[in-house]
Protein backbone atom coordinates (compact mmCIF):
# COMPACT_ATOMS: atom_id res chain seq x y z
CA UNK A 1 0.00 0.00 0.00
CA UNK A 2 1.39 3.74 -1.31
CA UNK A 3 1.25 5.69 2.29
CA UNK A 4 2.87 8.84 -0.25
CA UNK A 5 5.78 9.11 -2.81
CA UNK A 6 8.53 7.12 -1.53
CA UNK A 7 7.24 5.25 1.44
CA UNK A 8 5.01 1.77 1.16
CA UNK A 9 3.51 -0.45 3.40
CA UNK A 10 4.21 -3.69 3.17
CA UNK A 11 2.74 -6.99 4.48
CA UNK A 12 4.78 -10.11 5.20
CA UNK A 13 2.65 -13.07 6.78
CA UNK A 14 2.85 -15.23 10.32
CA UNK A 15 4.66 -18.77 9.39
CA UNK A 16 1.20 -19.98 10.48
CA UNK A 17 -0.51 -18.05 7.64
CA UNK A 18 -0.41 -17.82 3.78
CA UNK A 19 0.42 -14.76 2.37
CA UNK A 20 -3.75 -14.38 1.04
CA UNK A 21 -5.17 -15.18 4.77
CA UNK A 22 -3.09 -12.55 6.19
CA UNK A 23 -3.99 -9.82 3.78
CA UNK A 24 -7.55 -10.70 3.95
CA UNK A 25 -7.20 -10.50 7.89
CA UNK A 26 -4.97 -7.28 7.44
CA UNK A 27 -8.65 -6.12 5.89
CA UNK A 28 -10.62 -7.44 8.45
CA UNK A 29 -9.03 -6.28 11.37
CA UNK A 30 -8.78 -2.73 10.01
CA UNK A 31 -12.60 -2.94 9.64
CA UNK A 32 -13.59 -4.47 12.93
CA UNK A 33 -10.56 -4.45 15.07
CA UNK A 34 -10.40 -7.42 17.58
CA UNK A 35 -8.00 -9.38 19.92
CA UNK A 36 -6.47 -12.24 18.01
CA UNK A 37 -4.40 -14.98 19.78
CA UNK A 38 -1.51 -14.65 17.86
CA UNK A 39 -0.52 -12.30 15.40
CA UNK A 40 -1.33 -12.88 11.76
CA UNK A 41 1.18 -10.27 9.52
CA UNK A 42 4.13 -7.95 10.01
CA UNK A 43 3.76 -4.76 8.37
CA UNK A 44 7.55 -4.19 7.02
CA UNK A 45 7.58 -0.24 5.13
CA UNK A 46 9.54 0.35 2.12
CA UNK A 47 11.27 4.30 2.09
CA UNK A 48 12.31 4.62 -1.50
CA UNK A 49 13.89 8.16 -2.84
CA UNK A 50 16.64 9.63 -4.87
CA UNK A 51 18.06 6.12 -5.64
CA UNK A 52 18.10 4.73 -2.26
CA UNK A 53 16.33 2.14 -0.53
CA UNK A 54 15.60 1.27 2.82
CA UNK A 55 13.53 -1.08 4.42
CA UNK A 56 11.81 -1.44 7.66
CA UNK A 57 11.59 -4.44 9.17
CA UNK A 58 11.09 -7.59 7.35
CA UNK A 59 9.79 -10.54 8.46
CA UNK A 60 9.86 -14.31 9.66
CA UNK A 61 12.71 -16.34 7.52
CA UNK A 62 9.99 -17.65 5.59
CA UNK A 63 9.27 -18.46 1.78
CA UNK A 64 6.04 -17.72 1.99
CA UNK A 65 6.70 -14.40 3.93
CA UNK A 66 10.03 -13.49 1.34
CA UNK A 67 7.61 -14.34 -1.88
CA UNK A 68 4.97 -11.56 0.21
CA UNK A 69 7.99 -9.17 0.39
CA UNK A 70 8.87 -9.85 -2.93
CA UNK A 71 5.81 -9.51 -4.43
CA UNK A 72 4.73 -6.01 -2.54
CA UNK A 73 8.39 -4.11 -3.27
CA UNK A 74 7.53 -5.49 -7.26
CA UNK A 75 3.91 -3.42 -7.04
CA UNK A 76 6.43 -0.59 -6.19
CA UNK A 77 8.78 -0.76 -8.32
CA UNK A 78 11.30 -2.45 -6.56
CA UNK A 79 13.15 -5.54 -5.45
CA UNK A 80 14.95 -6.31 -2.65
CA UNK A 81 17.84 -6.25 -4.16
CA UNK A 82 18.08 -2.87 -4.21
CA UNK A 83 17.74 -2.74 -0.63
CA UNK A 84 20.65 -0.53 0.60
CA UNK A 85 19.55 -0.47 3.88
CA UNK A 86 17.16 -2.67 6.53
CA UNK A 87 16.88 -1.09 9.61
CA UNK A 88 15.12 -3.44 12.43
CA UNK A 89 12.83 -1.42 15.00
CA UNK A 90 14.29 -4.39 17.55
CA UNK A 91 15.51 -7.98 17.16
CA UNK A 92 12.38 -10.22 17.82
CA UNK A 93 11.75 -12.75 15.35
CA UNK A 94 8.86 -11.09 13.54
CA UNK A 95 11.09 -8.28 12.50
CA UNK A 96 14.32 -9.49 12.34
CA UNK A 97 14.12 -13.47 10.93
CA UNK A 98 14.70 -12.66 7.49
CA UNK A 99 17.65 -10.10 8.28
CA UNK A 100 20.33 -13.06 7.33
CA UNK A 101 18.23 -13.94 4.43
CA UNK A 102 18.47 -10.68 2.60
CA UNK A 103 21.94 -9.47 3.68
CA UNK A 104 23.45 -12.38 1.32
CA UNK A 105 20.75 -11.69 -1.13
CA UNK A 106 21.85 -7.91 -1.88
CA UNK A 107 24.68 -7.00 0.94
CA UNK A 108 22.61 -4.57 2.33
CA UNK A 109 23.53 -2.85 5.90
CA UNK A 110 21.90 -4.03 8.58
CA UNK A 111 20.75 -1.42 11.47
CA UNK A 112 19.98 -2.09 14.74
CA UNK A 113 20.19 -0.24 18.09
CA UNK A 114 23.34 -1.66 20.48
CA UNK A 115 20.71 -2.86 23.07
CA UNK A 116 19.38 -5.23 20.61
CA UNK A 117 22.71 -5.70 18.81
CA UNK A 118 24.12 -7.53 21.91
CA UNK A 119 21.74 -10.38 22.09
CA UNK A 120 21.86 -11.80 18.95
CA UNK A 121 24.77 -14.74 19.52
CA UNK A 122 22.80 -15.25 22.82
CA UNK A 123 19.20 -15.47 21.35
CA UNK A 124 19.77 -16.89 17.75
CA UNK A 125 24.12 -18.14 17.44
CA UNK A 126 24.50 -20.23 20.44
CA UNK A 127 21.06 -20.23 22.48
CA UNK A 128 21.70 -23.01 24.87
CA UNK A 129 22.44 -21.20 27.99
CA UNK A 130 19.81 -18.92 27.39
CA UNK A 131 17.26 -22.00 27.66
CA UNK A 132 19.31 -22.91 31.02
CA UNK A 133 19.46 -19.73 32.53
CA UNK A 134 15.47 -19.47 31.20
CA UNK A 135 14.48 -22.32 33.68
CA UNK A 136 16.56 -20.84 36.37
CA UNK A 137 15.07 -18.13 36.09
CA UNK A 138 11.13 -19.25 36.05
CA UNK A 139 11.67 -21.16 39.16
CA UNK A 140 12.76 -18.11 40.83
CA UNK A 141 9.98 -16.50 40.28
CA UNK A 142 7.36 -19.48 41.09
CA UNK A 143 6.95 -21.54 38.17
CA UNK A 144 6.96 -25.33 39.18
CA UNK A 145 9.63 -27.42 38.47
CA UNK A 146 7.64 -29.29 36.06
CA UNK A 147 6.73 -26.45 33.62
CA UNK A 148 10.04 -24.29 33.66
CA UNK A 149 11.48 -26.44 31.30
CA UNK A 150 8.90 -26.48 28.79
CA UNK A 151 8.85 -22.67 29.02
CA UNK A 152 12.21 -22.08 29.47
CA UNK A 153 12.71 -22.92 25.61
CA UNK A 154 10.37 -19.97 24.21
CA UNK A 155 10.82 -19.14 21.08
CA UNK A 156 13.76 -21.60 20.62
CA UNK A 157 11.26 -23.73 18.46
CA UNK A 158 11.24 -21.07 15.79
CA UNK A 159 14.70 -20.67 15.50
CA UNK A 160 14.75 -22.53 11.86
CA UNK A 161 12.42 -19.38 11.32
CA UNK A 162 15.60 -17.13 11.46
CA UNK A 163 18.40 -15.77 9.70
CA UNK A 164 20.53 -14.01 11.86
CA UNK A 165 23.23 -12.27 11.32
CA UNK A 166 25.50 -8.91 13.13
CA UNK A 167 24.75 -5.99 12.87
CA UNK A 168 26.46 -3.08 10.76
CA UNK A 169 25.53 -0.14 12.08
CA UNK A 170 24.92 -0.15 15.83
CA UNK A 171 23.03 3.03 17.07
CA UNK A 172 22.48 4.74 19.99
CA UNK A 173 19.41 6.81 19.55
CA UNK A 174 19.64 10.40 18.22
CA UNK A 175 21.13 9.88 14.96
CA UNK A 176 19.64 11.12 11.62
CA UNK A 177 19.21 7.97 9.16
CA UNK A 178 19.32 10.33 5.71
CA UNK A 179 17.35 8.06 2.55
CA UNK A 180 16.88 10.43 -0.51
CA UNK A 181 15.00 13.55 -0.09
CA UNK A 182 13.82 11.84 3.95
CA UNK A 183 16.21 12.52 6.82
CA UNK A 184 15.00 10.34 9.72
CA UNK A 185 15.62 10.49 13.59
CA UNK A 186 15.93 7.73 15.57
CA UNK A 187 14.39 7.61 18.49
CA UNK A 188 15.29 4.97 21.12
CA UNK A 189 12.09 3.63 22.88
CA UNK A 190 12.72 0.63 25.34
CA UNK A 191 10.20 -1.68 27.24
CA UNK A 192 9.07 -3.92 24.62
CA UNK A 193 12.71 -5.23 23.92
CA UNK A 194 15.51 -3.13 25.14
CA UNK A 195 16.89 -1.61 21.93
CA UNK A 196 13.54 -0.69 20.42
CA UNK A 197 14.08 2.36 18.04
CA UNK A 198 11.15 4.45 16.14
CA UNK A 199 11.91 6.80 13.53
CA UNK A 200 10.60 10.16 12.80
CA UNK A 201 10.87 11.95 9.63
CA UNK A 202 10.02 15.31 10.96
CA UNK A 203 9.56 17.42 7.18
CA UNK A 204 6.84 15.06 5.87
CA UNK A 205 5.70 14.13 9.71
CA UNK A 206 6.15 10.65 9.18
CA UNK A 207 6.19 8.48 12.64
CA UNK A 208 7.39 4.50 12.79
CA UNK A 209 6.33 2.95 15.43
CA UNK A 210 7.13 -0.89 15.60
CA UNK A 211 5.44 -2.24 18.11
CA UNK A 212 6.25 0.73 20.78
CA UNK A 213 3.16 1.97 20.09
CA UNK A 214 0.06 -0.19 17.96
CA UNK A 215 -3.58 0.99 17.18
CA UNK A 216 -5.62 -1.30 19.66
CA UNK A 217 -3.34 -3.81 21.33
CA UNK A 218 -0.02 -3.32 23.45
CA UNK A 219 3.47 -5.16 23.04
CA UNK A 220 4.33 -7.79 25.69
CA UNK A 221 6.73 -5.34 28.12
CA UNK A 222 8.60 -8.22 29.92
CA UNK A 223 11.45 -8.75 32.49
CA UNK A 224 13.65 -12.01 31.63
CA UNK A 225 16.94 -12.86 31.41
CA UNK A 226 18.44 -10.53 29.00
CA UNK A 227 16.48 -7.57 30.55
CA UNK A 228 17.60 -5.54 32.96
CA UNK A 229 15.99 -2.26 35.22
CA UNK A 230 12.56 -1.70 34.82
CA UNK A 231 11.30 -2.68 30.85
CA UNK A 232 7.97 -1.30 31.95
CA UNK A 233 9.25 1.91 33.57
CA UNK A 234 11.62 2.49 30.35
CA UNK A 235 8.49 1.82 28.37
CA UNK A 236 6.05 4.35 30.23
CA UNK A 237 9.18 6.96 30.25
CA UNK A 238 9.62 5.97 26.51
CA UNK A 239 6.04 6.47 25.69
CA UNK A 240 6.73 10.49 26.40
CA UNK A 241 9.44 10.97 23.74
CA UNK A 242 6.73 10.70 21.18
CA UNK A 243 3.59 13.21 22.79
CA UNK A 244 5.30 16.25 21.61
CA UNK A 245 6.23 14.90 17.81
CA UNK A 246 4.00 16.44 15.24
CA UNK A 247 2.89 13.78 13.17
CA UNK A 248 0.49 13.16 10.37
CA UNK A 249 1.30 9.56 9.26
CA UNK A 250 1.93 7.00 12.43
CA UNK A 251 2.64 3.56 10.81
CA UNK A 252 3.23 0.65 13.08
CA UNK A 253 4.48 -2.76 12.66
CA UNK A 254 1.24 -4.62 13.06
CA UNK A 255 -2.45 -3.96 12.41
CA UNK A 256 -3.12 -0.57 10.36
CA UNK A 257 -2.20 2.76 10.55
CA UNK A 258 -2.70 5.16 13.58
CA UNK A 259 -4.71 8.38 13.49
CA UNK A 260 -4.80 10.10 16.45
CA UNK A 261 -1.35 9.61 18.58
CA UNK A 262 -1.89 11.55 21.35
CA UNK A 263 -5.29 9.87 21.86
CA UNK A 264 -3.42 6.37 21.46
CA UNK A 265 -0.94 7.36 23.84
CA UNK A 266 -3.09 8.49 26.37
CA UNK A 267 -5.03 5.06 25.88
CA UNK A 268 -2.21 3.15 26.43
CA UNK A 269 -0.98 5.25 29.78
CA UNK A 270 -4.21 4.36 31.17
CA UNK A 271 -4.65 0.63 29.88
CA UNK A 272 -1.14 0.15 32.00
CA UNK A 273 -2.53 2.02 35.44
CA UNK A 274 -5.38 -0.20 35.14
CA UNK A 275 -3.10 -3.37 34.78
CA UNK A 276 -0.90 -1.78 37.69
CA UNK A 277 -3.91 -1.83 40.11
CA UNK A 278 -5.36 -5.25 39.01
CA UNK A 279 -1.55 -6.76 39.48
CA UNK A 280 -1.80 -5.37 43.09
CA UNK A 281 -4.93 -6.67 44.05
CA UNK A 282 -3.56 -10.16 42.97
CA UNK A 283 -0.69 -9.36 45.43
CA UNK A 284 -2.52 -11.37 48.71
CA UNK A 285 -1.13 -10.10 52.04
CA UNK A 286 0.71 -13.32 52.39
CA UNK A 287 2.93 -12.48 49.98
CA UNK A 288 2.61 -14.20 46.50
CA UNK A 289 4.48 -14.88 43.64
CA UNK A 290 5.32 -13.69 39.81
CA UNK A 291 3.69 -17.11 38.93
CA UNK A 292 0.55 -16.84 41.41
CA UNK A 293 0.16 -13.14 40.45
CA UNK A 294 0.12 -14.42 36.41
CA UNK A 295 -2.58 -17.31 37.26
CA UNK A 296 -5.11 -14.81 39.05
CA UNK A 297 -5.18 -11.58 36.55
CA UNK A 298 -7.39 -11.65 33.74
CA UNK A 299 -5.64 -12.23 30.26
CA UNK A 300 -7.27 -10.73 27.01
CA UNK A 301 -7.11 -14.19 25.14
CA UNK A 302 -7.63 -16.43 28.31
CA UNK A 303 -6.16 -17.94 31.32
CA UNK A 304 -2.83 -18.49 32.16
CA UNK A 305 -3.26 -22.29 32.22
CA UNK A 306 -4.67 -22.49 29.02
CA UNK A 307 -1.93 -20.84 27.23
CA UNK A 308 1.02 -23.10 25.43
CA UNK A 309 4.33 -22.68 27.09
CA UNK A 310 5.58 -19.79 25.58
CA UNK A 311 2.79 -17.47 25.79
CA UNK A 312 2.73 -18.65 29.48
CA UNK A 313 6.27 -17.35 29.85
CA UNK A 314 5.51 -14.42 28.00
CA UNK A 315 2.96 -13.65 30.58
CA UNK A 316 5.33 -14.69 33.52
CA UNK A 317 7.31 -12.14 32.28
CA UNK A 318 4.86 -9.18 31.60
CA UNK A 319 3.68 -9.88 35.34
CA UNK A 320 7.06 -9.27 36.47
CA UNK A 321 7.20 -6.43 34.56
CA UNK A 322 4.23 -4.88 36.21
CA UNK A 323 5.56 -6.01 39.77
CA UNK A 324 9.01 -4.24 39.55
CA UNK A 325 7.40 -0.98 38.33
CA UNK A 326 5.31 -1.55 41.12
CA UNK A 327 8.15 -2.12 43.75
CA UNK A 328 10.04 0.69 41.88
CA UNK A 329 7.00 3.05 42.66
CA UNK A 330 7.44 1.89 46.45
CA UNK A 331 4.20 0.27 46.10
CA UNK A 332 5.25 -3.48 46.83
CA UNK A 333 7.96 -4.99 48.70
CA UNK A 334 10.26 -8.08 47.73
CA UNK A 335 11.88 -10.65 49.42
CA UNK A 336 12.90 -13.96 48.63
CA UNK A 337 11.62 -17.08 50.61
CA UNK A 338 14.23 -20.45 50.24
CA UNK A 339 15.12 -19.41 45.88
CA UNK A 340 12.02 -18.06 45.25
CA UNK A 341 11.07 -14.44 44.87
CA UNK A 342 7.54 -13.37 46.52
CA UNK A 343 6.14 -10.15 46.10
CA UNK A 344 4.08 -8.48 49.42
CA UNK A 345 1.77 -5.29 50.05
CA UNK A 346 2.74 -1.78 51.08
Request: glycine fraction near 8%; include cysteine.
Amino acid sequence: MKIFDGIYQLLTPFPQFTFAQAKDLRRQLQDAPRVTKGLPYVLPYMVKSGGDTMLIDCGWNTDDAYGALEEGMKEHGSHPTEIKDLFITHVHPDHYGMSGRLKRLCDCQVILHEEDAKVIVSRYLSPKSLTEDMGKFMQLNGVPALDSPQMSQGSMGMLDRVSPVPADRELKGGEILHVGEFYFEVIWTPGHSPGHICLYEPNYKVLFTGDHVLPTITPNVSIHTQTHGSPLGDYMRSLEKLEKLDVKYILPAHEFEITDLPKRLREIEVHHVERLEEMRKCVDSGGSTAWDVAGRVKWATGMLTDFEPFMQRAAVGETLAHLEYLWEQGQLAKIMRGRVVHWLPI
